[in-house]
């Protein structure tokens, strides 16, 4: 059992060869305290291991790096929850959520299709659904979200990996961006269902 962290990256995210033994004992700016909370989050929710790209993949190891590109789907498919966090939702409405940067983003995609369980949270770290519901339980959200990706409802309440809707997949990712360019292909191996070494 596992919790994944998806979010948009700020400044001071901490890094691998920061973590050198407890998380908690780290002072830095606001990367560390979001890294904190979600180590605490996930322990609310009774998941003892948790998975925050900004500090368990090492950026400085290529085959490290690809390995992660290539199972980044499967990591958060097989997670128990995925923790969403979006820094720029501060009250609970899909008004609030439609606008967040979150949803523009490249490598978010996946993190929106390949989890079955999946809590948002606001800004402050307090959950969007106060009985911490699953999104894709809530028929509005869905709808909500369905608006704002052009992704159909029925992939966000239950989304399989394929090559099936190829051009349905690769409109989702047009509205999408990434820092590097080459990452557009990247971030939809997973969603294809395709290994590129």
């Known amino acids: 059992r596992y919790a994944m962290l998806s979010h948009r990256w700020g400044k001071g ?3 691998l060869h920061q973590i ?7 002072k830095q700016p606001a990367g560390v305290a979001k890294l904190q909370w979600f180590l605490r989050t996930a322990a609310q929710h009774k998941i003892g291991w948790a998975w925050s790209d900004t500090c368990c993949i090492d950026k400085s190891n ?18 128990t929850l995925t923790i969403v966090y979006l820094a720029d939702v501060f009250k609970s409405s899909y008004d609030a959520i439609s606008r967040s940067e979150w949803f523009t983003r490249g490598w978010t995609l996946q ?21 911490y519901r699953n999104f894709r339980k809530d028929s509005q959200m869905i ?3 369905s608006n704002i990706t052009t992704i159909h409802p029925q992939y966000l309440t239950r989304f399989e990996p394929g090559m099936d809707n190829a051009r349905d997949k690769l409109k989702w ?10 990452d557009k292909a990247y971030c939809l191996l997973g969603i294809f269902g395709v290994v590129i070494p």
Request: aromatic fraction near 14%; avoid cysteine; glycine fraction near 4%.
């Open 173 to 182: 990712m047009s509205f999408r961006e990434t820092t590097v360019e080459a």
């Open 13 to 15: 995210e901490p890094l």
């Open 62 to 79: 290529s085959r490290d790096v690809q390995q992660s590109i290539t199972t980044m789907f499967a990591w958060y498919r097989d997670s």
């Open 143 to 145: 709808h909500a979200i």
């Open 111 to 131: 993190e929106l299709l390949a989890p079955l369980t999946i809590h948002f949270y606001k800004a402050d770290g307090q959950p969007f659904y106060p009985d």
């Open 20 to 26: 050198t033994g407890n998380a908690y004992a780290l």
